[in-house]
């Protein structure tokens, strides 16, 4: 008896750790396989998550090229929204700054190392145009010189004022009208006309705003001085 029950308890500790195994053997199978879907999951789900476009200075669409600083710029939106300037990251004029007005809005920047110098704004709807020649003047050779018109930037500018400008790069300078919307980047000392500039007719046609044309913007890189 003691033997046939020693028998059975063998059999009855076999048949156990037999069905511990196959158990155990068959729940690695499955983890493996559902740690392997786990990851092949993921890595699709990363592979189709969209990436983040890169941000370039001022949010222009393209990086730069070395030695030039980026720009980006707006006109005012009719008499509600001020103009915009940025250079190299830094919002130079803005409403949010409120450094902005209407008529001529004007910032100075260093032309070798991109740092602001000065920022004003010239009404030339109700204002005098003789102080905004004087600044005209006065500004520095290897200047970089940004500009945009808010509400109207073109009544009281006369053609001393218009041929100041033109000598900074502008060829729109001379048909600047009431109302129109333009903007420009050049610079003291330029030899060509500059390539940056932007200006829209006031016209009652094809205004986009009752009295004023559509936002001009404009973006790019500038050149840096060179010694």
């Known amino acids: 008896m003691r033997v046939a029950g020693a028998v059975k308890l063998v059999v009855a500790v076999s048949i156990f750790l037999l069905t511990f195994y196959v158990i155990s053997q068959v729940f690695e199978i499955k983890m493996d396989t559902n740690l392997g879907n786990l990851f092949a999951r993921s890595a699709l789900e990363a592979a189709a998550r969209p990436t983040k476009p890169p941000r370039y200075k001022c949010g222009i669409s393209k990086a730069c090229p070395e030695k030039h600083f980026a720009f980006k710029m707006a006109s005012g939106a009719a008499n509600v929204v001020g103009p915009k300037i940025c250079v190299e990251d830094n919002v130079l004029m803005s409403g949010v700054k409120n450094n902005v007005g209407r008529g001529i809005n ?34 520095q050779d290897g200047t970089i010189v940004l500009m945009g018109t808010y509400d109207d930037g073109a009544t009281k500018l006369n053609e001393e004022a218009r041929k100041l400008i033109a000598e900074l790069g502008s060829t729109s300078i001379t048909n600047l009208g ?46 840096q001085k060179q010694d």
């Open 106 to 139: 004007i910032a100075l920047v260093n032309g070798k190392t991109g740092q602001a110098l000065d920022t004003k704004f010239f009404d030339m709807w109700g204002g005098d145009v003789a102080p905004f020649i004087d600044f005209l003047k006065s500004i």
């Open 178 to 223: 009431f109302r129109d919307n333009w903007v420009f980047c050049g610079g003291k000392g330029i030899k060509t006309k500059s390539p940056f500039e932007q200006h829209i007719k006031n016209n009652k046609d094809t205004n986009k705003y009752e009295g004023w044309p559509e936002v001009v913007e404009m973006e790019g890189c500038i050149p």
